[in-house]
């Protein structure tokens, strides 16, 4: 795979964001030089994955260091199918706000901010050095809390100032962990750890370690205890930057413990028991709390930490048949995710309310709109043969497989929570009627002019579509992750691709 290609997630985001930059005062060009800059990234990811499937994985050192010493960049197949579900969002999302972002918003710098965010996660997918790992976590907060704070009101500065604490803890202590890190190998490239730290005298270091990557991590992915922020701010800002962050922020914390916690740590009875212990409790939180909400935000936010519980669970059960359910389910909830955050803000603009209590109706007003969020509303909960039951039988069947009855139960109990209240939310807004005292919205979804409407509902279609196509690719999906996994507990084609000079 060429240069180019590798590098090209970070190179077409980071052009886009300084062409924005460029035209800061002309809104209709930047809708424009947004849109067309992620088709040209979903195209180029597409081509990677290509690729990446059919040569096998490509890396590159910056500046020509060699592994251990220098930058490293990899792309193996997971990270170029993360790649591409983030250019398929990343595109979504950016037509969506092309018609739905307030224009006041836009001459504030929605759009840069937005392509800086999208160049941190790509960068976390393509990184092969830990240090750097951080870096673009960085590069992900800060623009994320901008997001939050666009507009300056007041429930999003509350929400920021939580989502800001918490994630700035999440940098402390993945700063520290760093250190600790160096310290007991002198290195921080993630293959030549992966040599090293089987070598240390010092095993109680070593978890120590682990546990101080694991907080670092936790935080990202909004597990248990560590979630707080989560709910407090996705339902302050605007729809599109929800959208984006329900789909991609917390995935990008579960890809992390993916590739740290089965490249890097030795796995052992210790971090089992712990993300056994977490992955149980983070279904609970999550599962009551979106029981206990009469929102519709606020029930998708909650969904979104018991669905990062069944992640935890798979990787907890640790073998190749979970691994795997783990890698599709991930790939699944980012695009169902973001369909749903998309699809709430229509919802918003046709009954100017999220409350369960004055909603109704839409059925039988718009019985196009609402089959089409049926499609990721049910796909969440797993319906077959919707994207949602194929993950959730590899997981089940990994757990079946291993003995973990426990984790089976829980993901059964999340699952069973989850059709409840996806029923709850298909009954308040689609099937009881219309309420007889209809909240003023600030503006319907109808007086929208019709490009601004066309722009919404394609960027919110194409998500869903994506979504299909997973049943669609359902067995390519199934073999793709069984590889991906198998290559995950089995990282000796990594480390020769990233340390050619090692035994």
Known sequence: MSGFLLLSPLLIRFSIAIVLMFSWRKIRLQRFISVLGEVIALCLATITFQQVLAEGASSMQAGGWLAPYGITLVVDSLAALLLLVTSIIGLGV??????????????????????????????????????????????????????????????????????????????????????????????????????????????????????????????????????????ASYHTPPTAVTAVFGGLLTKVGIYAMLRVFTLMFPWDAFLAGLFQLVAVLTILAGAFGALSKQHLVKSISWLIICHIGFMLAGLATHNQESLAGTIFYMTHDMLVKAALFLMSGITYRLLATHLFGKAGGLFSQHPAWSLLFAVPLFALVGIPPLSGFWPKISLLSGMAAAGNWLLFAMVLFGSLVTLVVVARIWIAFFWQPSPTEPVVAFRYFEDYPVIKRRAMGAGMVMVVFASLLLVAAAPRMYVWCHHMAANLLNPAAYLQLVLPQSP
């Open 94 to 231: 950016s037509l969506f706000a092309a018609g739905s972002m307030l224009n006041s918003r836009l001459r504030f710098g929605f759009f840069p901010i937005y392509h800086l965010l999208l160049l941190g996660i790509s960068g976390a997918f393509l990184a092969g050095d830990i240090f750097n790992l951080y870096v673009w976590f960085e590069v992900m907060i800060i623009s994320s809390f901008v997001l939050l704070t666009l507009g300056g009101e007041r429930a999003q500065i509350e929400g920021a100032v939580k989502y800001f604490t918490l994630n700035f803890l999440a940098s402390v202590v993945f700063l520290t962990g760093l250190a600790v890190l160096y310290g007991l190998t002198g290195s921080l490239n993630m293959a030549d750890l992966s040599l090293k730290l089987p070598l240390v005298a010092q095993r109680s270091l070593v978890d120590v370690c682990a546990f101080i990557f694991f907080i670092a991590f936790g935080i990202k992915a909004a597990v248990f205890p560590l979630y707080f922020w989560l709910p």
